[in-house]
C-alpha cells in the first residue's frame, strides 16, 4: 500500500524526440515534467547513428538516471522515454519502458501508454504461433503482431498491427531510420506533436514537457493517425477511418497537468469550470472553501469565486515525502495521509468549510481527509466533488478495473456521505462536466468518455466483458469504523 493522498493513478507518460544532438537528454527533462503520470519506473532508449541502446529501471525518473554516466551511454540525436505505473503487468523491472527488441534484419524500441482490452486473448493466439513474451506487459503485444504481420514494408506492418489491438493506446516506436507514434481510434490518451528551435520534434503525452524542452506546440496527434518521423520532416497518415473521438474525460478532471492542453482545452480551465458549475449546481452554506492539493486546487478556486466566498489554504500538502511503501493496516494508512496533508488549525478553526476534491474513489482519503479538518478545529466539512460519481472501472488505462473498489458503485450518496463523516456530500452532474470542459465536438458527450460515471464505455470490452458482468452480481461494503 502506498502512502499517496489520492486513489487513482494512471499508465504512464510518453516523451520521443528526433533530430538532436542531445535526444537522451531532451527526453529527460521531457519526462521529469510528466512524472506525475507514473512513478514506478522510468527508461529512455536512444538511436546513435542507427544503433539502438537503452536503459531503465524501478523509481522515480531522478533515481534511476542518477548516475550521470546513464545518461551520457546514451548517445544519439533521438529517443524515446517512458514514465510508468502499472495498470497492467507486474511491477518488476522486466516490465518497465521502453522495451528494446533485438532482432537480425535491426532493433526496435517500443514505448506504450493506455491498456489494451483484448491483450490476453491476442496474446494466447500469439503464443500459439510461436511467440515468446519476455514481459506480462500488454504492450509487447503490439510488436509481435508486427514480426507476424505478412505486410512487407514495417509501416505497413505497425497499421496492419494496430488495427488488430483494441481499447485504449498511445505508442512510441523507434528504429534506425524513423520514429512512428499512434493513437487508439478513440483519441481515450493525449499525444502532441511539437518542434524545438532548432527543427528537433518532439512526441509527448502531454503539453507541459513541450514547454518543459522549449518545444512549440504543432497539434495534436487525432485518433486513429500514425505520424512518422524522420530526417525529412514529418508526415501523417491513417491507419483506420473508423474512429470516435473519446478522451478520458479524467485527464482533464485528475490526471494532467494543470498547465498542459489537451484537444485545444487548458487543464486548469476546464477544471476551473467545474468548480464553478458545482457551485451553481450545489449551493452550500459555509465560511470559507478549502481544495484537496493538488489537482483540486483549479477547482477549489472556481467554486469559491462562483460562490463569493473565500478561497482559503486549508490543506497543505507536504511536497518533500516520497512515494513510500508501507503495510496496509489502517493505522499505518492514517499516518500516511498525516505524511501527505496538514490541515492549517488557524485557517479552519471554527469554520463552516466546503472541501472541494475532484472524486472520490474507494472513500477512505474522503473520510481522513474529513477528520483532519474537523480535528483542526472546523465547525462542519461539506464535501463537493467537481465530477460525477465514480460507479464504474476503466478498461483504458486507468487502474480500477473492478466495480468493488468504487463506494458509489455500492452505496448511496446518502450512504457515502455517512462514511466519510462528513456534513454534506454533493457531485458535479455529467452535463456540468460536458460543459465545464467544453468540447463541443459532434460526437456522443461532447468527445468526452464518462463510462467511468455512467456505464457508457465507447468500445466493446473484449477480454474484460465477462468479469465485468459478473461484477453486477457482487455484492460489497467497504470500512466504517
Aim: with cysteine.
Amino acid at each position: 500500500m502506498s502512502v499517496e493522498v489520492k486513489s487513482l493513478n494512471e499508465e504512464c507518460g510518453l516523451f520521443g524526440v528526433w533530430g538532436h544532438p542531445e535526444a537522451s537528454r531532451i527526453t529527460y527533462f521531457g519526462l521529469h515534467s510528466l512524472q506525475h503520470r507514473g512513478q514506478e519506473g522510468a527508461g529512455i532508449v536512444a538511436n546513435d547513428a542507427g544503433k539502438l541502446r537503452s536503459h531503465r529501471g524501478l523509481g522515480l525518473l531522478s533515481t534511476v538516471f542518477q548516475d550521470e554516466q546513464k545518461l551520457e551511454q546514451l548517445a544519439g540525436q533521438a529517443a524515446i522515454g517512458h514514465v510508468r505505473y502499472a495498470t497492467a503487468g507486474g511491477d518488476g523491472v522486466n516490465n518497465v519502458q521502453p522495451f528494446l527488441f533485438r532482432f537480425y534484419d535491426g532493433d526496435l524500441g517500443m514505448a506504450h501508454n493506455g491498456n489494451l482490452t483484448n491483450a490476453c486473448s491476442m496474446r494466447r493466439k500469439l503464443e500459439e504461433n510461436g511467440a515468446i513474451f519476455q514481459s506480462n506487459s500488454d504492450t509487447e503485444v503490439l510488436m509481435h503482431l508486427i514480426r507476424h504481420s505478412k505486410k512487407t514494408i514495417f509501416l505497413e506492418k505497425v497499421k496492419d498491427s494496430l488495427r488488430q489491438i483494441k481499447g485504449g493506446f498511445a505508442y512510441l516506436l523507434l528504429n534506425e531510420k524513423e520514429l512512428i507514434a499512434a493513437l487508439d481510434p478513440n483519441g481515450f490518451r493525449p499525444l502532441a506533436i511539437g518542434k524545438m528551435q532548432n527543427g528537433a520534434y518532439v512526441v509527448t503525452s502531454e503539453t507541459c514537457a513541450l514547454d518543459a524542452v522549449g518545444a512549440t506546440f504543432i497539434r495534436d496527434i487525432e485518433p486513429g493517425e500514425v505520424v512518422i518521423i524522420n530526417n525529412g520532416g514529418f508526415r501523417i497518415e491513417k491507419y483506420t477511418e473508423d474512429t470516435r473521438l473519446a478522451v478520458c474525460s479524467m485527464e482533464y478532471i485528475y490526471f494532467a497537468r494543470p498547465d498542459s492542453n489537451i484537444a485545444g482545452i487548458n487543464v486548469h480551465t476546464a477544471r476551473k469550470n467545474m468548480g464553478r458549475k458545482l457551485a451553481q449546481e450545489c449551493p452550500i452554506k459555509a465560511d470559507i472553501v478549502v481544495g484537496v492539493p493538488n489537482s483540486s486546487l483549479s477547482a477549489a478556486s472556481g467554486y469559491a469565486e462562483e460562490s463569493g466566498l473565500p478561497y482559503e489554504l486549508g490543506l497543505v500538502k507536504n511536497q518533500y515525502v516520497q512515494r513510500t511503501f508501507i503495510q496496509p493496516t489502517q493505522k499505518l494508512r492514517e499516518q500516511g495521509v498525516r505524511m501527505k496533508l496538514s490541515a492549517v488549525r488557524g485557517v479552519v478553526k471554527g469554520k463552516r468549510v466546503i472541501m472541494v476534491d475532484d472524486s472520490i474513489v474507494r472513500g477512505t482519503t474522503s473520510r481522513r481527509i474529513v477528520k483532519l479538518l474537523k480535528e483542526a478545529g472546523a465547525s462542519e466539512v461539506h464535501v463537493a466533488i467537481s465530477s460525477p460519481p465514480l460507479k464504474f472501472p476503466c478498461f483504458y488505462g486507468i487502474d480500477i478495473q473492478t466495480r468493488k473498489e468504487l463506494i458509489a458503485a455500492n452505496h448511496s450518496v446518502e450512504e457515502i456521505q455517512q462514511i466519510i463523516e462528513a456534513d454534506s456530500l454533493y457531485f458535479l452532474s455529467e452535463e456540468g462536466l460536458i460543459e465545464a470542459i467544453g468540447l463541443q465536438k459532434e460526437v456522443p458527450y461532447s468527445g468526452l468518455c464518462l463510462a467511468y460515471f455512467n456505464g457508457d464505455y465507447p468500445t466493446p470490452l473484449y477480454d474484460y466483458e465477462e468479469d465485468y458482468q459478473k461484477s453486477f452480481k457482487e455484492k460489497h461494503s467497504f470500512f466504517r469504523n
